[in-house]
T-cell receptor, first 112, second 116 residues
Framework: DQQVKQNSPSLSVQEGRISILNCDYT??????FLWYKKYPAEGPTFLIS?????DKNEDGRFTVFLNKSAKHLSLHIVPSQPGDSAVYFC???????????FGQGTRLTINP | GAVVSQHPSWVICKSGTSVKIECRSL??????MFWYRQFPKQSLMLMAT?????????EQGVEKDKFLINHASLTLSTLTVTSAHPEDSSFYIC????????????FGQGTRLTVV
């Protein structure tokens, strides 16, 4: 049972444009959400996170939006750069728990 | 940021042999480490949670006798794949946390295991 879902396995965006990566979750008990970026043969690196009490968090070119009623979050990258090409994972965490539940990942390709 | 080192980055072994993967936190003490497995084009699946000085907690469906986890110190956890088979070929990644409820888990570089 996939509790965190990234339904788009891949996304291609022109350099300079906005990249929007989506993530849906099924368990309303998740109270913290994170986005990770992963290059091939490397471990994921943390990008940005959001608490369930917020609906938006911004850090430079990266903004995460959370819609609790829809159980949906999205990561916006603007402007997109070639170095942003990677696999992006969203992850969720239960209150009081340490482990992360990951989505399947979305491969983002930024075209020059 | 914190550094987690995983070794080896890749390994090829014969069926029936055992392989040990190390995960070290280099600049902080990790009371809890996590081991994940990733199949191609799939999500990172948590295998087990390991706490220093105690037995690991395995996720449902993960064979604890096959995937031996030892967390002997606050900076080192090891995963041993025993009697490896080709279906164990995968990308294994560890992560480490300080013991507080942190917002970022620090991941190792991962280990690509190929069993032939």
């Amino acid at each position: 049972d996939q509790q965190v879902k990234q339904n788009s396995p891949s996304l291609s965006v022109q350099e300079g444009r906005i990249s929007i990566l989506n993530c849906d979750y099924t368990n309303s008990m998740f109270d913290y959400f994170l986005w990770y970026k992963k290059y091939p043969a490397e471990g994921p690196t943390f990008l940005i996170s959001i608490s369930s009490i917020k609906d938006k968090n911004e850090d430079g070119r990266f903004t995460v939006f959370l819609n609790k009623s829809a159980k949906h979050l999205s990561l916006h990258i603007v402007p997109s750069q070639p170095g942003d090409s990677a696999v992006y994972f969203c992850a969720a965490q239960f209150q009081g728990a340490q482990k992360l539940v990951f989505g399947q990942g979305t491969r983002l390709t930024i075209n020059p | 940021g914190a550094v987690v080192s995983q070794h080896p980055s890749w390994v090829i072994c014969k069926s029936g042999t055992s392989v040990k993967i190390e995960c070290r936190s280099l600049d902080f003490q990790a009371t809890t480490m996590f081991w994940y497995r990733q199949f191609p084009k799939q999500s990172l699946m948590l295998m087990a949670t390991s706490n220093e000085g105690s037995k690991a907690t395995y996720e449902q469906g993960v064979e604890k006798d096959k995937f031996l986890i030892n967390h002997a110190s606050l900076t080192l956890s090891t995963l041993t794949v025993t009697s490896a088979h080709p279906e164990d070929s995968s990308f294994y990644i560890c992560s480490a946390e300080t013991g507080e409820r942190v917002t970022e888990a620090f991941f190792g570089q991962g280990t690509r295991l190929t069993v032939v």
